[in-house]
């Protein structure tokens, strides 16, 4: 068991930034990455971003790139999401959650464990 603890939400105007902190602990061992997914009422759940914890590799959706930073720290077994440039679209509740592969990267069901979310809104 892998569990995940998500903080950092809130309440931000549009054009503002926000970071998120996903911390894991348990069988940290069995993770070959972390993603962040998020899901806006009535919507399902989408791929934001995600990083493996060798070699750091990021992927992220389109709709975010360039704006948002995914980031880790293996020692602390940390997971962050740097969001900048932040728009009302952006409102949701984002969840992190870590994976044993390296399949489905984009996709919950490439995920084993998930925290319990963290409210993002943005204001325009």
């Known amino acids: 068991q892998v569990q995940l603890v998500e903080s950092g939400g809130g309440l931000v105007q549009a054009g503002g930034s926000l970071r998120l902190s996903c911390a894991a602990s348990?069988?940290?061992?069995?993770?070959?990455?972390m993603g962040w997914f998020r899901q806006a009422p009535g919507k399902e759940r989408e791929f934001v971003a995600t990083i493996n914890w060798s070699a750091g590799g990021t992927y992220y959706a389109d709709s975010v790139k360039g704006r948002f930073t995914i980031a880790s720290d293996n020692g602390k077994n940390t997971v962050s999401l740097q969001m900048n440039s932040l728009k009302p679209e952006d409102t949701a509740v984002y969840y992190c959650?870590?994976?044993?592969?390296?399949?489905?990267?984009?996709?919950?069901?490439?995920?084993?464990?998930w925290g319990q979310g963290t409210q993002v809104t943005v204001s325009s």
């Open positions: 348990g069988r940290t061992f069995s993770s070959t990455g």
């Open positions: 959650a870590s994976r044993s592969g390296y399949r489905y990267l984009h996709s919950t069901a490439g995920y084993d464990y």
